[in-house]
């Protein structure tokens, strides 16, 4: 972008941001713990509306169980002025495969969801086999800017 050149910063509107989401497979996860932020990439697949992921046993798994409430941000960059960036604010929770006191159904729409981008994941030819934990982010409030050159 040459110096006369000027940027415009938008917000973007549901339909947008919901496409961004759709059609990206990597943001960013930020959560606390003890008064510390973490923010860490991960694989996600966003659809009917919730953002699922899974993840190994682990200490981010035993944060995200303690402290649910998280941000997560997802970017498309062409350049300085010329990006995307849509952030999500909603709650973890474990999409359990039976018992889950949020939704019987959870584990199967997190499974069909993933195998629709990565039909090998959670079988035996699993490229992340050690990933056995579904989560699913339910979603209160979602965010979009974009900058573009004018």
Do not use: C
Not at 20 to 32: E, K, M, P, S, Y
Not at 46 to 64: C, H
């Amino acid at each position: 972008m040459s110096e006369a050149a000027r940027a415009e910063f938008l917000e973007l509107d549901q339909p947008e941001i919901e496409a961004i989401l759709a059609r990206n497979h990597v943001g960013r996860l930020a959560f606390t713990f003890r008064d510390k932020v973490d923010i860490e990439p991960l694989s996600y697949v966003y659809a009917d509306g919730v953002i699922n992921f899974r993840t190994a046993p682990g200490t981010k798994l035993e944060v995200l169980l303690h402290q649910p409430s998280v941000a997560f941000e997802v970017d498309e960059v062409r350049g300085h002025y010329e990006w995307k960036s849509v952030v999500v604010h909603g709650t973890v929770y474990m999409a359990e495969p039976e018992g889950s006191r949020y939704d019987v159904d959870a584990h199967e729409q997190a499974v069909a969801a993933i195998r629709g981008v990565a039909p090998q994941a959670l079988g035996p030819d699993d490229p992340a086999p050690f990933r056995t934990v579904l989560l699913r982010l339910h979603i209160f409030r979602m965010e979009g800017r974009e900058a573009r050159p004018v």
